[in-house]
Structures are given as C-alpha cells and as structure tokens.
C-alpha cells in the first residue's frame, strides 16, 4: 500500500528515522561505550556487552496502542529496508539509516498451530514457529541482518575499503555469516572457523556456496569460539558470532513477532527455546521486555530454555542457583544431535544472568525456567513432530520435548499455550534423521530408533520383469507395457491396495 493510502494520523510513524541515542553497556563494570566502533567486550573489564537505547524513554511518550497500530499498519507497506525485521526499527537499532539496512528475507517467519494428535501427545496445545524458513534456514539471519547492516552503516559512513568478517560456528552463524556477507561483497569477505566434523554437510555446503573462506579445526565449537576471541582481539577483523552485540538486537524481532501474531495477548504463553551459546534466549527475553516497557504488550510470556543433558552448564546452574546461588561453571560437552546447541560455556552467560533477574522481577514472579532433555527424547521429538506436517531440526525437537518436560515439572499449565522455537530448517540436520533411520547412532549419543519411527526407501524390482529402462534407453512396445503392469501389480502388493 502506498503511503498516501494509509489514514493520517499513521503516515509519519510508517518510516521510521534513526533517532535513537545508542551505547554499548558493559555488564561487569557498567561502563558505557560510544558505537562509532564495533565492540565486542569491555575495553576496560573485558566482560560482554549489551547495547541500549538512551532515548528509549521517548519511545513510552507513544502509547502501546498506538505501537501495536503503527506495527500493524507497517504491515501493508511495500518497503525493502521495513519488510523484515527492521518493521520494528525503533525497538531494534534506531540508529541505522535506512539505506545501510541489508534486507534478504528474513524474519516474519510462519507460526504454525500443531495438530490435534501432537497436541494430545504433549498434553497442551502449542505452536511452532518455523525459524527454519529464514534465507540461511535459521534464526541466525535475524541477528546477522542487524549485525551487518550496522557494518554498512559505519563502513559506508568511515569509508573503509576492506573488512574480513569472521565468526565460529556450530554451522549455522557460518551459513548466516557467508550468506550476508556475500551480499556486501565489494567491501566485505567473511571467513568461517568450524570444528572440523562437527557441521553437518548441508551446513558446511552453505558458506562454500557463498564463497566464504572456510576453515576446519580440530575440537569442538568453545574450541573454535577461543581460537575466534583470540583473532579478535589481537587483529583487524569483525567479530560476527553472538557476542556482537548488534546481532543479540535483530534477535530480539523473534519476540516482537510472537506479539504482533497474536495480537499482543502473550500473559497466557510459553516460549520454547533450545540454548546453546545464550545467545537467542537472551534475545528473546530482551524483546519481550522492551515491548513490556513500552506498553505494547501488558504481562511478560513465560520463557523455557531447553538443555540437551550433553551439553547443560545453564540447566546445571539454573539448578543450582535456586538453592542459593553459585558460580557459573562450564561443562565439557559430550556428542548430541542438538548439534547447533553443543556448547559447554556459552558466551552470553552474564546477559542471561542479568536479564533473568530483571525479566522476573519485572514479571513480579518466576517467569524464566530451564529443563533438560535426553538426546532420545529430541531425536525421537523431531521425528514425530515431522510426521505430523512439520519441519523440525534436532533443536526445534529438543524445544518439543522441553516442552513436554515442562509442563511435568510445572512449569507451564494446561490452558497455557507453547511456542516452539524450531530454529533451524529440518534439511540442514538430515544426518541425524539418517543415523535414526538406519539405526547408526554411535553408544555416545544413547539414542536407540524406536522401530516404528524408522523408515527407509522400498527397492521395488521384481523378477518378473527381465527389462528395466534406463537413462538413455527408454523401454518400447511390449517390454514398456509389461514393465508398467509387473511394476503396479508389485507396487499394489506392498501397499495392500485393493483392485477396482
Ligand atoms: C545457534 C543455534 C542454536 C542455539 O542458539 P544460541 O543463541 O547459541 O543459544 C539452536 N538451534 C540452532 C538451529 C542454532 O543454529
Ligand atoms: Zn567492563
């Protein structure tokens, strides 16, 4: 819709300007920092960092209604920079001109009501929201398009020719990485750093195919992740990995999303989400609180992070601090088919922290839990969440069966409604679906295929049939008939089809 076409009162809040007053806030010290440079963590205490909105108080000055309209009403407006995750441009970075803003698709991804029999096997009605379907097939671009557009914005606005972007990754911030910087090609080449064989090939194909440099090391990923701190430190280089805190901001638009899908009633829902370096559930939380503040929303959802028992340093600490408050300690982490979320000391520890606290204290209860899930259970969530029209990864599994695991623990209570993060597309993880299919799990991973979960092409080639065609040398006549009936009445056969 055109600009002229919307009512008055909304045509001057449809474009947004870049008025926001924006600092990077150390979470150690509390000390502030001007984002004329990228910053990854204090210059003074080395700890992360989060970025704030000095003029978020004007942002109140409108009422939540009025926001919801004005989001509502963005809606209909034919704008590259506004079509993504930036339609919530002054809760996001307020600060990117438009023009900078890399837009490639994502965002808005589909919310999805689960059938009635996974409704039942859960024991609650839930949702998915399939962040697979973003351009890179993750909720990885969410965060990638603010980080780069913000890497536009201060390239184009200092002039600089050349930046090398690199991230580590689990796969898919490499994908997102590659994807986004290919598209700023003249000024930025990326390069990846994964651990060697822990990718999947599908996501090991994405940063090929967008001719990013990509390098395999030995180790896991907190491996790679030290080996990439280290690059950042001591080189020219942009850190694209989640402790960029720009990426943390676009991250935030899942949450906005959620709002606006359900018309901005979320007292009665219960995001699920897989964690694996924090770096989403602190986003989530982020943007659910803003929206809070702001008035746009009027009760904080309930927020359940999942852990894989391979790989649970937030799940151990969360059990630990609820009888007096411990130390944050890492875990070594052990193989598990939430791949993407293997990570034994995630970086975002202290935003989550913080963010916990504030999030229940604003809520005025505990609003914030976090379970832990075997490797079985998400394997064998994924499967059956697929064979019910969906499109899970391993981690979209984990957040179902952290679901399930919640609502046991009572955590969230029936007449609640869950919503899945399923953050990664279901192809990106087909090695697992294979190994659970051909029953080729190693004794680590301690996931055994349930039998009628399995499933496997059917070879059909009978011997009645003594000519079969071949690329190049179609079948004629009488062998082409006998071919096409032998074959129907063998098909028929298997599939125990009755004759008309
Ligand atoms: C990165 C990733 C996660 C983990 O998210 P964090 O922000 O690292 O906690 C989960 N699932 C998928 C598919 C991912 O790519
Ligand atoms: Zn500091």
């Known amino acids: ?166 991230c580590a990754s689990t796969g898919d911030t490499s994908a997102s990485a590659a994807l986004y910087a290919s598209y700023l090609d003249d000024f930025l080449k990326s390069a990846v750093i994964l651990p060697h064989g822990k990718v999947t090939p599908q996501q090991l194909a994405q940063p090929l195919g967008s001719g990013a440099k990509v390098l395999e090391i030995p180790g896991v990923f907190d491996d790679c992740m030290k080996v990439v701190e280290t690059l950042a430190e001591d080189y020219h280089v942009a850190l694209l990995n989640s402790k960029n805190s720009w990426r943390i901001l676009g991250q935030e638009s899942f949450s906005f999303e959620i709002a606006q899908d359900f018309d901005y009633q979320v007292n009665d829902k219960a995001i699920v989400l897989p964690i694996g370096n924090a770096g989403n559930i602190t986003a989530v939380m982020g943007g659910f609180l803003k929206f809070y503040e702001a008035g746009i929303i009027d009760a904080l959802p309930k927020i359940v992070g999942v852990q894989s028992e391979h790989a649970n340093p937030v799940y151990r600490y969360y059990l630990e601090e609820s009888v007096g408050g411990k130390d944050f300690i890492p875990v070594t982490v052990q193989p598990s088919v939430a791949q993407a979320a293997m990570i034994g000391n995630p ?96 004794s680590e991973f301690e996931v055994t295929p349930k039998h009628e979960l399995r499933n496997a092409p059917i070879l059909v080639r009978p011997d009645t049939v003594s000519k079969f065609p071949e690329p190049g040398e179609p079948l004629e006549g009488e062998e082409m008939d006998r071919f096409v009936n032998q074959m129907a009445q063998e098909i028929a056969g298997i599939l125990g089809i009755e004759k008309k």
Not at 65 to 80: A, G, P, T, V
Not at 368 to 380: H, N, P
Not at 425 to 436: G, R, S
């Open 1 to 166: 819709m055109k600009i002229d076409q919307f009512p008055e009162w909304v045509r001057p809040y449809l474009v947004p300007r870049p008025e926001g007053d924006m600092l990077y806030r150390c979470l150690g010290c509390e000390e502030k920092f001007g984002i004329e440079q990228l910053l990854y963590t204090c210059p003074e205490c080395g700890q992360v960092l989060l970025l704030q909105d000095n003029n978020f108080s004007k942002l109140r000055e409108t009422s939540g209604e009025k926001w919801r309209e004005i989001f509502d009403y963005r809606r209909m407006l034919n704008q590259q920079s506004l079509n993504g995750i930036f339609r919530y441009y002054e809760f996001i970075a307020p600060v990117i001109p438009l023009d900078r803003i890399v837009y490639l698709g994502e965002g808005h991804t589909p919310v999805i009501e689960a059938n009635a029999r996974l409704k039942e096997l859960v024991g609650i009605d839930f949702y998915f929201k399939n962040d697979g379907l973003n351009p890179s097939a993750s909720f990885k671009d969410r965060g990638m398009a603010c980080a780069l557009s913000y890497i536009n914005h201060i390239a184009k606005e200092t002039d600089i020719k050349d930046v090398l972007a690199i």
């Open 347 to 442: 970086v975002s520890m202290p935003r989550v922290i913080e963010l916990v606290r504030a999030y229940n204290r604003a809520a005025g209860e505990r609003r914030i839990f976090v379970v832990e899930v075997k490797e079985q259970e998400i394997m064998d969530s994924m499967i059956i969440a697929n064979r019910n029209g969906n499109i899970a990864c391993t981690q979209g599994g984990e957040s179902m069966a952290g679901l399930k695991k919640a609502l046991q623990a009572g955590y969230v209570l029936p007449g609640e409604v869950g919503i899945l993060d399923s953050t990664a597309h279901m192809l990106k993880f087909l090695t697992f679906q294979e190994m659970y299919f051909e029953d080729r799990f190693g």
